[in-house]
């Protein structure tokens, strides 16, 4: 079992700036091999991938971040993060880290992972 706990996000103004941060209970030999994405919901939406990263450090984003968004992880602390720069009112959601040890096709698709964090609000106003 792999907990993830999250932690970042908040409010901020269109334009601004946040990170999100990712910790999970694995240690680094185990942690450094796990696939991990960023998803985010809407309301009345359903989840969706931003950003993936492999276990060997390639990342992948969804169109409408690519740019503005940046994926990454600190395998000696576990942790993972997504920078998110330029924000839109459109990014507004609650946003979720997930992780699996096996690789899926498609790496921003909800079902790629079995393990997900508790999820925290973003909401960017104009």
């Known amino acids: 079992q792999v907990q993830l706990v999250e932690s970042g996000g908040g409010s901020v103004q269109s334009g601004g700036s946040l990170r999100r941060s990712c910790a999970s209970s694995?240690?680094?030999?185990?942690?450094?091999?796990?696939?991990m994405g960023w998803f985010r919901q809407a309301p009345w939406k359903e989840r969706e991938g931003v950003a993936a990263i492999r276990s060997d450090g390639v990342t992948i984003y969804e169109e409408s971040v690519k740019g503005r968004f940046t994926i990454s992880k600190d395998n000696a602390k576990s942790t993972l993060y997504l920078q998110m720069d330029s924000l839109k009112s459109e990014d507004t959601g609650m946003y979720f880290c997930a992780a699996d040890n096996l690789f899926k096709n498609n790496q921003l698709s909800v079902g790629a992972y079995r393990y997900w964090g508790q999820g925290t609000q973003v909401t960017v106003s104009t």
């Open positions: 694995k240690y680094e030999y185990t942690y450094s091999r796990f696939y």
